[in-house]
């Protein structure tokens, strides 16, 4: 490469999030993504669908977020008493057991954080389509990247399953119908995050001067 | 290849947009807003810190009890590895495995892959730069996982209220547990994997 023209012409131009390596910005087709040749960290992607299909993700993702909130995931009778629980009686029983600590930390993990990204996701995308200069719009997009690593439906999702087991020896256990909402969701809220590339959010948001 | 501080440039940590950044200054993005530093700050000395906090929080996280069944007023703790045992002699194996290695094995591989990171940093190392920016990305990728065990304690406390039949009440040892993920897992985030490579010696590659 000219030894001036990254410093000239920087929009070309990437340097790996990992390694620092310049390069060359590459031009993906929709659905390719290019890996860093020095370190192996992802380099850029180019989501098919681009932030039509990140945004029905995210509407379908709310609609299940809703779902698997607002129903019972587990069931355990036991002597003729039947317990339930849904995702924010997991962490409200933390709290009355005096875990108050460890009940925000659960309800992070599980309601708050995938709630808000979800909801983050929805405005800036709504922001973003209709060229609508929404309020923190900037600040909005700046959080979902920190929030991502702590929403743990899929982690949580593990957990039902070794809990499952671990009731089924001393009591009768049932599936809820919010179990299935919940499944489908961790399987949207996957591809919602693989359809998420930040840069070319930021590059739009640059581009149409919101 | 070239970096993109050689170039006297540092990509935003936010928004990927190559920037001018004088060293050892920082400069706020224009396109985004986000403060960018050609390195993250003090990114050994506080990933030092949180490892070492998640160090000390090992211990009490598997020897105390995470929790506590009381079944017909008979109360047994249960620490983490018990968890796994139970699992094992129920002949739920797979499950154990899987347990096992989110709850034990994860965290203790990570809190020795980041001090090995860490140490083959500060020591100026050559040796292996892929190798180690992709254990970087392992350790970033799997320690979540681990939180696993925290969610089976609250699923079981919140189903097992059979009044004086069966209850399940949460131990101290899982707010340690707890502690560790977390604490790991912001060590993780504030290692600056750039590190690595910076004391590359470039030996001819200018392959761009």
Known sequence: MNDLEPVQRPE???????????QRLPQLAPGQRARCPRCGARLARNPVGGLDRLFALNVTALLLLVLANAFPFMMMEMQGRLQSTTLIGASAALYQAGMGELAVAVLIATVVGPALIVVSMLYVLTGLRFGWRAPLLRTVLTWISHLVPWSMLDVFMLGVLVAFVKLEGMAEVVIGPALYAFLAL?????????????????EKLAREKL | MQRARDFGMTSCHTCELLLRVPSHRHTH?????????????????????????????????????????????????????????????????????????ASILIPLLKMIALTYLLISVQRRSSFQHRQRARLYRITELVGRWSMVDIFVVALLVALVQVGSIASVYPGAGARAFAAVVILTMLAVMSFDPRLIWDEKKETGDRNG
Not at chain 1, 186 to 202: D, H, Y
Not at chain 2, 60 to 82: E, K, R
Request: glycine share 6%; net charge positive.
């Open chain 1, 12 to 22: 070309r131009y990437l340097a790996c999030r990992e390694c620092d390596g310049l």
């Open chain 1, 186 to 202: 961790i399987l949207v809220s996957a591809a919602s995050l693989s359809a998420f590339e930040p840069r070319l959010l930021w």
């Open chain 2, 29 to 101: 993005c224009p396109r985004c807003g986000a403060k960018v530093h050609v390195r993250k700050r003090n990114s050994i000395g506080a990933t030092w810190a949180f490892l070492l906090a998640a160090m000390l929080m090992y211990l009490p996280a598997n020897l105390l009890p995470v929790m506590t069944t009381v079944y017909l007023g008979s109360g047994q703790p249960d620490t983490i590895m018990s968890g796994v045992i139970y699992l094992f002699i129920n002949g739920e194996w797979p499950l154990a495995l899987i347990v096992f290695v």
